[in-house]
């Protein structure tokens, strides 16, 4: 399967992420999960989870948004660095640093999101 985050539902989940809509991100790129194969679809429910703990980030759900995270992280861990033309040694990284922070029990609301960016 290729990746295109240029344009169809890939950008548009990337688009809505980048602006912190993080539920829309969510249903967009689960529009491509739905009918993905492996090993792209479990790629995708890596992306999908960081979205989905920070949208529980934003209903103060600590717990869920750390446990997201973590799922996120088992997943992403098996893939290269830059597969699905996302830079995932960026994003894990990101995601490891957000996961100190939240243990830390450091503000919720100062966490920027896990960057997502094509490479």
């Known amino acids: 399967m290729k990746f295109d985050w240029?344009?169809?539902?890939?950008?548009e989940g990337l688009?809505?992420?980048?602006?912190?809509?993080?539920?829309n991100a969510h249903e967009a790129w689960e529009s491509v999960w739905l009918r993905a194969p492996e090993p792209e679809k479990t790629f995708l429910q890596g992306l999908i989870q960081v979205t989905?703990?920070?949208h529980h980030l934003r209903r103060n759900n600590?717990?869920?948004a750390m446990l997201l995270l973590q799922a996120a992280q088992r997943r992403l861990v098996r893939?290269?660095?830059g597969?699905?033309?996302?830079s995932l040694s960026l994003l894990r990284d990101d995601?490891?640093?957000?996961?100190?922070?939240?243990?830390k029990d450091e503000a919720a609301s100062y966490l920027l999101s896990p960057r997502i960016r094509p490479n």
């Not at 640093?97 to 939240?102: A, F, G, I, N, S």
């Open 6 to 11: 240029t344009e169809g539902a890939l950008a």
């Open 15 to 23: 688009r809505l992420y980048e602006a912190g809509e993080f539920f």
């Open 62 to 64: 600590r717990l869920g």
């Open 83 to 86: 597969f699905g033309g996302i």
């Open 52 to 54: 989905a703990a920070f």
């Open 79 to 81: 893939y290269p660095a």
């Open 95 to 103: 995601i490891g640093e957000r996961l100190r922070m939240l243990e």
